[in-house]
C-alpha cells in the first residue's frame, strides 16, 4: 500500500532518499529539460512492443513509465531501485497513471531475477552512484539476466563544452563531476558485452553506451 514500504537494499553504492522531491529537484537542475531527457533515453532504446525490459535505478519511475508505453499491453516493464522511498513513490505513480509496472527495492549487484530474463536494460542518470568496482559486478549482473542478443542502454553524464551545460553539472554535484560515461564502455567490454557503442545525446551533458549480450558459443 501507498507509505508502507520496506528498507533499503544493501549496497555500497549512494541511495537517495528524497523521493518526493526528486522530479522537482531533476527539473530545477536541468532548467526545465528533465522530461525531454526522459524521452531521449527511451527513444535511444528503440524499445518494441512486446518486450520485455528491465530499468536498473529506476529512481521515481519516470523513464520506467515511458518505457511501459512503448512496449505496450504485450510487453512488460520491470524497475529496481535501492531506496525504498524511490520505489515507494515510483508504485504511487504507477498506480494513478493505470501502468503495470514491476517495481522492486534491490540493487544492481544482486538483481532478483533469473538468467535471460529480459530483452532489455535500460540505466538512466545511475551509474554514477556506484564505485568503479560495483560498475564491473553490476554490469556483470546485467549481462546474466539479460537474453542472448538482449541490449544494454546506459544514458549518463558526460564532460560538456556548453556553460549551461557545465553549469548544470556543478549543481548536480557541486562542483566535482567525477567519472562519466565516456569511463564505461572498458567496464561492458570487462563484462563481456558485444557492439559496444557510445556516442553523444541531444544534450551536451549527457552522453550514452550501449552493447548487446551475447549468444552463447558453439564448438
Do not use: N
Not at 528498507?7 to 523521493?19: F, K, M, P, Q, S
Not at 493505470?98 to 540493487?107: C, M, S
Not at 553490476?138 to 558526460?158: C, T, Y
Amino acid at each position: 500500500m501507498p507509505g508502507q514500504h520496506s528498507h533499503d537494499a544493501a549496497t555500497r553504492g549512494r541511495v537517495l532518499h528524497w523521493a518526493h522531491a526528486y522530479d522537482l529537484f531533476a527539473t530545477l537542475t536541468t532548467f526545465g529539460r528533465a522530461s525531454a531527457m526522459r524521452e531521449q533515453t527511451a527513444d535511444l532504446a528503440a524499445l518494441r512492443p512486446g518486450e520485455r525490459v528491465l530499468e536498473i535505478g529506476c529512481g521515481a519511475g519516470a523513464v520506467a513509465q515511458r518505457a511501459k508505453a512503448r512496449v505496450g499491453p504485450t510487453g512488460e516493464v520491470s524497475g529496481i531501485d535501492p531506496s525504498a522511498d524511490m520505489i515507494g513513490v515510483a508504485r504511487e505513480k504507477a498506480a494513478r497513471a493505470g501502468l503495470t509496472i514491476d517495481y522492486r527495492v534491490a540493487a544492481v549487484e544482486a538483481l532478483p531475477y533469473s538468467d535471460a530474463s529480459f530483452d532489455v536494460v535500460l540505466s538512466s542518470l545511475m551509474m554514477h552512484h556506484l564505485p568503479d568496482d560495483l560498475k564491473a559486478t553490476g554490469m556483470a549482473e546485467v549481462r546474466r539476466v539479460l537474453k542472448p542478443g538482449g541490449r544494454l542502454l546506459i544514458v549518463d553524464f558526460q564532460q560538456p563544452r556548453g556553460w549551461l551545460s557545465r553549469l548544470t553539472l556543478k549543481l548536480i554535484f557541486h562542483g566535482h563531476p567525477g567519472r562519466g560515461v565516456q569511463d564505461l564502455p572498458l567496464v561492458l567490454s570487462t563484462a563481456g558485452f558485444d557492439d559496444i557503442r557510445s556516442g553523444s545525446t541531444r544534450f551536451d551533458f549527457l552522453g550514452f553506451v550501449a552493447g548487446t549480450a551475447p549468444y552463447p558459443t558453439t564448438v
